[in-house]
């Protein structure tokens, strides 16, 4: 624990999180946000530490811009295995009421998405309507605002690929890398800012 505690370690896992992170979409150019005089909604997010960077207010009528952390969808496997339990099962896609909510959401105030990719998601309609979208494959809520907000920059590329609907996911060949139909991401794609 004498090794691991160090501030050292702690500030390059920091590091290494911001870095990682993947800009997919950043329609014109809102990120980074930089300084300003937003209103931030945010959602799945501490505001403590959002407050740091930006005025956090409580309400999407109040905002003039959404934060928003998601996590690829997942649902549990049915196994009597606990180890099998351990691991995310089943469609990559969000469905019904929360995926009607995230769309109402969008739609009412420019958006940034960020997702944790511990697998790929089926995200077209989220995509599509964001302001942007950023992945990230584990990241403090502090490592994804220094990247919001321009003080460090995103440089990851995707590990995979983003399929573009679960159909396309089902026609997949099960031993062979990057095959999906259009996919929505490419495997290795990532943006970078332009400012």
């Known amino acids: ?11 390059l896992g920091e590091q290494t999180q911001q870095k990682a992170m993947t800009l997919l979409k950043n329609e014109d150019d809102i990120l980074p946000l930089g300084k ?27 905002a003039n811009l959404a934060i928003v952390r998601l ?17 995310h ?8 009421k929360e995926k009607e909510r995230l769309i109402k959401l969008l739609d009412r105030v420019p958006t940034v998405v960020d997702i944790y990719l511990d697998r790929p998601a089926v995200i077209p309609e989220i995509a599509s309507k964001a302001k ?29 690929e983003l399929p573009s609907s679960m159909t396309a996911v089902e026609d997949q060949l099960t031993d062979v890398p990057y095959d999906s139909k259009d996919p929505l991401f490419e495997f290795g794609f990532g943006l970078s800012y332009s400012r």
């Open 1 to 11: 624990s004498d090794i691991l505690n160090k501030p050292y370690y702690w500030d």
């Open 132 to 160: 942007a979208l950023i992945a990230n494959y584990g990241a403090s809520d502090r490592s994804v605002c220094e990247v919001l907000f321009g003080v460090a920059r995103p440089l990851g590329k995707l590990p995979f």
């Open 71 to 87: 996590h690829t969808p997942w649902y549990p496997a049915e196994s009597p295995n606990p180890y099998v339990k351990g691991f």
């Open 36 to 62: 300003s005089k937003l209103k931030v909604y945010i959602e799945n997010m501490d505001a403590t530490v959002v407050q740091e960077y930006v005025e956090v207010v409580s309400s999407v009528s109040e």
């Open 89 to 96: 099962h089943g469609d990559l896609n969000f469905k019904g």
